[in-house]
């Protein structure tokens, strides 16, 4: 049995260089969803988004392995980021943002799946707040992305460059939310070394 996996199936997506923004076109993609607000670092409403978010994941991998006889390996962290000023992520305003967090899906992976995952870990791990997990199509197209190596709260020189330089100077406007990707476990990653693929859908303007 063959295991799909995200980052060998899309290394245009995952592994974008460090040294500067490029082009990229991103495919329709689908992933499992929680919503919520305010700041990642003190909001209990994003502490237990991620933890809905992993083991409604796991609960559809292993079902797809016994069940379809497809296997996967659960894709990273991701997260769409929202603020009705772009600039409060320049600004480190953290409690004025929205988000979306996300773990990438296969396509075989369906709506009604994801319910039942959603419904039985609420059941068993007693986290009501996983029936709150859904899957979100996303097709985020013509898109700038950079790999950010080092701390999350290093980011805002990149992202004001992008905004105030990058993206004025290729006439392109903002077409989409903020997209964070997450390589490695904040966890077990000294900050400095933390990997990140920042991500900004554009259009011409």
Known sequence: ????????????????????????????????????????????????????????????????????????????????WRAEDPEAFVSGDKDSWDWTMLIPQPEWITAEMVEQAGAEVAAKKKLPEAARVRLL?????????????????????VLARLHDTWMPERDLAFNGDHHEIYLNDPRRTAPEKLRTVLRQPVRPV
């Open 1 to 80: 049995m063959d295991t799909f996996e995200f980052r060998r199936s899309y290394p245009e997506l995952y592994a974008p260089g460090r040294r500067d923004f490029t082009l990229v076109e991103v495919p329709p993609l689908q992933y499992l969803a929680v919503d919520g607000h305010g700041n990642p670092n003190t909001s209990p409403e994003y502490a237990r988004a991620l933890e809905c978010l992993y083991p409604v994941a796991y609960t559809l991998k292993f079902r797809s392995k016994r069940e379809l006889q497809q296997d996967f390996t659960v894709g990273p962290l991701e997260g769409l």
């Open 137 to 157: 199509p996303l097709h985020e197209g013509l898109s700038a992305q950079i790999l950010f190596i080092g701390p999350y709260d290093d980011e805002a020189p």
